[in-house]
């Protein structure tokens, strides 16, 4: 069965990094469209960004723009989110996510979701 495992969170100060990581097994990777999103207590999921099949295209929520960087590696079935300059708002858990389409944003155009991982920004 597909199982996309995330792993690299954790408590960071802000304005410190992290690199998230998504191993993902049980599908060809390369046909898959990958996206990040995050949830924050009591808030909705939300979109952070995406990589298209191939890694030649990504999209980014606005509020990321300039301080989170999306790649691939499909030799390894893996997908990364660097994120820099974290801030205490950007804490929440991180989803990686894979799609079937060409290209997607939205959670309902997602087929499989991983378990997430926690990240916590202090100030």
């Known amino acids: 069965q597909v199982q996309l495992v995330e792993s690299g969170g954790g408590l960071v100060q802000a304005g410190g990094s992290l690199r998230l990581s998504c191993a993902a097994s049980?599908?060809?990777?390369?046909?898959?469209?990958m996206g990040w999103f995050r949830q924050a207590p009591g808030k909705e999921r939300e979109f952070v960004g995406a990589i298209s099949r191939g890694g030649s295209r990504r999209s980014y929520a606005d509020s990321m723009k300039g301080r989170f960087t999306i790649s691939r590696d499909n030799a390894k079935n893996t997908v990364y989110l660097q994120m820099n300059s974290l801030k205490p708002e950007d804490t929440a858990v991180f989803y990686c996510?894979?799609?079937?389409?060409?290209?997607?944003?939205?959670?309902?155009?997602?087929?499989?979701w991983g378990q997430g991982t926690q990240v916590t920004v202090s100030s």
């Open positions: 996510a894979a799609s079937s389409r060409v290209a997607a944003i939205l959670k309902r155009e997602y087929d499989y």
């Open positions: 049980g599908l060809t990777f390369s046909s898959y469209v």
